[in-house]
């Protein structure tokens, strides 16, 4: 079942791709992008990673982390999508433990639109390193979380398609709302 914002994170605790531990409300006191993601090699996927990677560093100058989960093994995410530096955190979730809580969606439909529609962006995503894969959960529907410093979900993005994540400009928004930079400066003054 789909989140609402606002509310309350559903926390978690596990281990990103290279064995470090990694608590969701671990990340209180900072603005929080959780994305969900289909597989690792999918070339959709691969597209947002790399367009994610190059706007973090900017990010972190806002007090901004940013958690990128996907239903591929830890070996799989290591493969295709950490075989390039990545700035932010990666999780495996292949048993889909996560995504269940946070209510992303199977659509076979979705998988349709987007492989009818976006056929660009798969090429796009297969030059960042994504190649179709044999991945079960190949229905998965991206979405995305945007989560305060006080570790409330304040934007829920559920994808139309399996290539549609929350457009940055939204996310952009997100970040430069008063709370990041405010939290910074009360801790320096």
Same mark, same amino acid.
């Given at each position: 079942?789909?989140?609402?914002?606002?509310?309350?994170?559903?926390?978690?605790? !596990?281990?990103?791709?290279?064995? &470090?531990?990694?608590?969701?409300?671990?990340?209180?006191?900072?603005?929080? *992008?959780?994305?969900?993601?289909?597989? %690792?090699?999918?070339?959709?996927? #691969?597209?947002?990673?790399?367009?994610? !990677?190059?706007?973090?560093?900017?990010?972190?100058?806002?007090?901004? &982390?940013?958690?990128?989960?996907?239903?591929? !093994? #830890?070996?799989?995410?290591?493969?295709?999508?950490?075989?390039?530096?990545?700035?932010?955190?990666?999780? %495996?979730?292949?048993?889909?433990?996560?995504?269940?809580?946070?209510?992303? &969606?199977?659509?076979?439909?979705?998988?349709?639109?987007?492989?009818?529609?976006?056929?660009?962006?798969?090429?796009?995503?297969?030059?960042?390193?994504?190649?179709?894969?044999?991945?079960?959960?190949?229905?998965?529907?991206? %979405?995305?979380?945007?989560? #305060?410093?006080?570790?409330?979900?304040?934007?829920?993005?559920?994808?139309?398609?399996?290539?549609?994540? *929350?457009? *940055?400009?939204?996310?952009?928004?997100?970040?430069?709302?008063?709370?990041?930079?405010?939290?910074? *400066?009360?801790?320096?003054?």
């Amino acid at each position: 079942m789909r989140l609402q914002a606002p509310r309350a994170i559903i926390d978690f605790s !596990t281990k990103d791709v290279f064995g &470090e531990s990694i608590q969701l409300s671990a990340f209180k006191g900072k603005k929080v *992008m959780l994305c969900f993601f289909r597989d %690792a090699a999918c070339p959709f996927c #691969n597209f947002r990673v790399y367009e994610l !990677t190059h706007r973090y560093k900017e990010w972190q100058k806002d007090n901004v &982390e940013v958690i990128a989960v996907f239903s591929s !093994t #830890n070996d799989e995410v290591r493969n295709y999508v950490a075989r390039h530096p990545r700035p932010f955190r990666l999780v %495996a979730d292949p048993d889909l433990e996560i995504y269940n809580r946070y209510g992303v &969606e199977h659509s076979s439909f979705a998988l349709f639109k987007a492989l009818l529609f976006k056929l660009p962006r798969i090429f796009m995503g297969m030059k960042k390193g994504g190649y179709p894969s044999k991945n079960p959960n190949v229905k998965l529907v991206p %979405a995305d979380f945007l989560i #305060n410093e006080k570790g409330h979900i304040v934007d829920c993005w559920y994808g139309r398609d399996t290539s549609d994540h *929350m457009p *940055m400009k939204q996310v952009q928004r997100f970040i430069q709302a008063p709370g990041a930079k405010n939290h910074a *400066m009360k801790r320096v003054a």
